[in-house]
C-alpha cells in the first residue's frame, strides 16, 4: 500500500481518511495523492459553462488552492511525496475513473454523515463501493489511529469465493502489520438452507449436515490461511452459523474491531438500490471499512 489516493473530505470537517493515508504512507514509504472533485452541473446547466467561459476556472480555483495548501501542510509535517489533482465530473465517477487509470494500491475516502442517513439513497461512499476497481477504505469521523484490532470477514464455499477470501485476509494482514495490529477473523456460515417448513428431514440429521458444513468450512479456512502463510490465535478465528451482515456485525462489536476487511462486487450502476454485504455494513457501523472488489470494473459509465 505504496500509493494512495485520498478524496479529501470537505473543509469543514476532520478528515481521519487523511490522517489515516499519511501514517501509511509515511511508514511505507510511496506517494500520496489528493483529489478534490468539481461538480459537473447537471444538464440542463452545463449552459452556465458555455455562457461564461471562465467560469469553470473560476470555481475550480478555490478548490485547487485549497489541495495545494493540504498537501504542502502533509509534506512538511510528515515528510512524504503528496501530489495533488482536481477532478472534474460527478464525485463517484470521477474518483472510480482515476482510481482505475492511476496506479494506485488504496483510495481513501472519510465517511460523511449522508453515508449512513438512509437505507436507500447512494452516498458518494455507497457509490464509490459500487464502483471503484481498487480496494477502498471508507474511515469514520471518529477512527483513531494506529489501529487496534483488525477483523478479516471472508466467504468461503468454493474456488471463486475462497480466492476473494485469500485477498481479503491479504488486505486485514498488510493493515495489521502495519499497525501492529491484532488480526482477527470471521466466517459466517449461511445454515439456513434446511431451515424452511418444506423441508421434512429429521433433526439428527440436520445437525449432522450443520456440523459437516461447519467442519468442511474450518477445514477450508485453516487451509487458506496454511497457504498465504498467515498466523491467527485460535481465539480469535470465529467461524459461526448466521447471516453474513449480521454475524459480522456482532463480531466486530464483540470484539471492539477498528476496521473490518471484506470483499464486495463491482456494480454497473452507482444507483442500485439494492446493496452488498459491505454496503449494508457501512450503514449500520460506527467503525472503518475496506473493502476489496471481486472483480475489475470492465467501465464505467461517463
Not at 460523511?112 to 442517513?117: A, E, F, I, T, W
Not at 480496494?135 to 477512527?143: E, G, N, Y
Request: include cysteine; hydrophobic fraction near 45%.
Amino acid at each position: 500500500m505504496k500509493n494512495i489516493l485520498v478524496f479529501l473530505a470537505p473543509s469543514e470537517r476532520e478528515d481521519p481518511g487523511l490522517d489515516q493515508a499519511v501514517s501509511i504512507v509515511a511508514k511505507a514509504g510511496g506517494v500520496l495523492t489528493l483529489v478534490d472533485v468539481l461538480r459537473r452541473p447537471r444538464e440542463d446547466a452545463r449552459r452556465l459553462f458555455d455562457l461564461k467561459p471562465g467560469l469553470e476556472e473560476t470555481l475550480s480555483r478555490p478548490l485547487l488552492e485549497r489541495l495545494e495548501d493540504t498537501a504542502a501542510s502533509v509534506a512538511r509535517r510528515a515528510d512524504i511525496r503528496v501530489a495533488v489533482k482536481l477532478l472534474v465530473g460527478q464525485p463517484a465517477i470521477a474518483i472510480a475513473k482515476e482510481a482505475e487509470s492511476g496506479d494506485y494500491d488504496l483510495v481513501v475516502r472519510t465517511s460523511s454523515p449522508d453515508d449512513v442517513s438512509s437505507a436507500f439513497l447512494a452516498t458518494t461512499a455507497l457509490r464509490l463501493i459500487r464502483l471503484c476497481a481498487r480496494p477502498l477504505l471508507v474511515v469514520q469521523p471518529r477512527s483513531t489511529i494506529p489501529v487496534q484490532r483488525v477483523l478479516a470477514a471472508v466467504d468461503l464455499g468454493d474456488k471463486s469465493r475462497e480466492a476473494v477470501a485469500a485477498a481479503v485476509v491479504r488486505q486485514a494482514q498488510a493493515f495489521a502489520e502495519l499497525h501492529a495490529s491484532e488480526l482477527h477473523i470471521v466466517h459466517a456460515a449461511d445454515l439456513a438452507p434446511l431451515d424452511g417448513p418444506q423441508w421434512t428431514l429429521p433433526s439428527h440429521a440436520v445437525n449432522a449436515w450443520r456440523r459437516s458444513v461447519i467442519a468442511a468450512r474450518t477445514s477450508a479456512l485453516r487451509d487458506l490461511l496454511a497457504t498465504l502463510n498467515v498466523t491467527v490465535p485460535r481465539e480469535r478465528i470465529a467461524i459461526v452459523p448466521g447471516s453474513a451482515t449480521n454475524m459480522i456485525i456482532e463480531r466486530i462489536e464483540d470484539e471492539n474491531i477498528d476496521l473490518v476487511v471484506l470483499g464486495r462486487t463491482l456494480r454497473e450502476s452507482p444507483e442500485a438500490i439494492m446493496g452488498s454485504a459491505a454496503e449494508r455494513i457501512l450503514r449500520r457501523l460506527r467503525c472503518s471499512v475496506l473493502t476489496v472488489p471481486t472483480v475489475a470494473s470492465d467501465s464505467i459509465a461517463p
